[in-house]
């Protein structure tokens, strides 16, 4: 053991059926064979949890050992001998098939899984013909649970599910309901997010979205390779298309979203929120339109829902019209790390959600991760379960979903992030410049304490947490990047990178926030005198969801790049066909060119801000066996001039009476996922009794917000999980044109009850 302690992490070299292979201290046997391209019949293994050992179909014979070895958790040693294939193995693993099949019914013919079944498979590979065991039947009754559906009758108890749901997404719902030859899986449905994580996990035909269940054969569908549009991960999945009605010819629609379960996850909106496509169509006459509505207007205002290539395009149109480009969502995003870099030298943070993965001490900062950024919550769940990691949760507003995850939740005043920043500072920036010393040194820390509400006791009680973590990360998000005191902030966070051995994740916004922010010179928005709108508002509007005064496609509609939260450009592909012209047509026209296809610009990409000149066609996109991703490339992280100075601690601006942050629920993002058929929808504003009390109003009253010059109305709901008195308020189904989309996320605001007539 203690030879394995000195030399875990080290290369060595075993033998499997004969050939030499190589592997580090730690690996297990699977994992090597695996990455050496030896396969092992596996059912109840997953690369991204912990071994499940209930399969026992991965057994293999280790020379001078007796018996056989578990490869997926048996460690392996250097100068082993294995063998992977013998009659003994082949007879032991038929043995198993058929006792997994005994009264496994055999309806393949109407099961959803048929035709990507491990078990149909297994069976045949282990040539399974006949059944000589038996068992009495029980009554197993089908169940629904939201969107998924869970027959035990197919159930083999493999028990992927409950480890997806307790390794991965955290929320320890699926549990194994124990009653021997009865056991089966059961759910503690309030705490299920209906990620869908156990559907795509389980290796028959048990898990199901009842959305698509009986709809389609899976050798009857197209697969579509893509990226998530939803949100900055832009998760890796594959769009299942397939004739819409019983020819074989015309409308195709999505049918299912499926991902390499093995390596990747995702969202409830990324599985289930598919179903955007712009169903209607654009003609010459629109385009002719549109050609000359830019022409005459002073500025383009767009979203960060948008490609890459889109974003190039807007930012030639800019310099060849002399017009203004509009995204505050992505301007406040530059000039954060405009300022951040100013202290770090370098054009990106250093971190990704990989870092925060494999960390064992996170801290995350102005972000309602689960809301705005599963995937990062994800990650953090699986540093606490793998690392034992400690989370340190920041925020105003406590998270009941993460609360089984963090190991501290720290409650800061709503507008005080510069001094929670400030007291993170002082205590974790250490062997830094003089000038940076004196700064910190200066600090009233007592009263950025008291005006922070954060105790010096709880900062005291973190760095007492970090003492002897080896990586640690800062996760910090979107709160920050419309703050009154952005820069100083920026600079702030800047410190970690520069002078500690954390690694920084700035969790960008939006879909493409991040690239937008590096391919277009951006314009304070001062509305103008004629604006087009780009899937935004406008005097003249473009738009993707049917209602503006032309039809473009929506991102299932289009191939093109993004630019994720792990600074990589990955491609997209398109899904569903548009009926018309898109933005690379409007541009031809304007310009009097013949670019055929939008991605002939992504290989044009600016090299200057980190991009590659790669063309569309030749970005990889699929894992390895071994788990590793090769999908788009990474950017490069340019140098840049590090000169900054910091400002003195702002005054902290009172949030009292009562106080909304713009918020969507999950499985909510924007007017895409708003319009998908599958996804939850939840338009309430949502507070504590506490903040019932203070404004005066009641669960289910129907209530008028005033939020500056806009006006609201919503219906009210009390939820028992919020505290204190800020109310959740979902944004994705409310006109772009409101108040409540610009600055920072939390507001003052008056509210009135609708008098019921």
Known sequence: MSERVVQFGKELTITIDGKSCNGVYGETILQIARKNGIYIPTMCYLSKVAPIS???MCVVEVEGNDGFVLS???????????TTNSSELFRHRQNIMKLYDVNHPLQCGVCDKSGECDLQNKTLEFSVSSQQFSAIEQKRRAKKWGILGYDPYLCILCERCVRVCNEVVGSNALYVKPGGYKSEIDIKFSKCQQCGECISVCPVGALVSNGYKYTSNAWEVKKVPASCAHCSSTCSLTYEVKHNGTLQIGEQKIVRVKN??????????GRFGFDFENKNSSSKEDLEKVIKAIKKCDAIRFDSYITNEE?????????????KLYNEDARHFSNFMKNYSSVTGKSLYNGTLSDIKNSDFVIVIGSKVNNDNPMIKFAINQANKTSKAEIIYMHPIADESLKSIYTKYIKYEAGSEEGVMALLANTFVKNKPSEISEYLEDLDIGYISAETNVGEEEIADIACRLNRKKSPVIVVGEDLFAHESVANIAKLVGLFEKYTNFKVVVAPSKTNTLGVSLICDLDIDNKGEFVVGYNSYGDFVISSDGKGDMNIPALNQQEGTFTNINKKVVPTNVAIKFNGFCLNDIANGINNESVKLTVEYTDKLPISKGFKAIKFDLLEDFYDNNGVEHRGYELDIVDVVSEFKFDEIADIQSYDGSVVYSCNPLQQFNEATAITTLCDQEHFLKGSESFAKSAKISSGDEIIININNSTIRKIFRVDSGLKGTIALLPVYDLSKDLDVFKGYRYKKVKIQKVDVQ
Request: hydrophobic share 40%; with cysteine.
């Open 54 to 56: 209930s399969c026992r």
């Open 72 to 82: 997926c958790q048996e460690k392996a040693v250097n100068g082993a001998n294995i």
């Open 260 to 269: 390499d379960f093995e390596f990747s996850s995702l969202c409830g909106a």
């Open 311 to 323: 974003a190039f395009i807007l930012q030639n149109l800019k310099h060849k019209l002399g017009i």
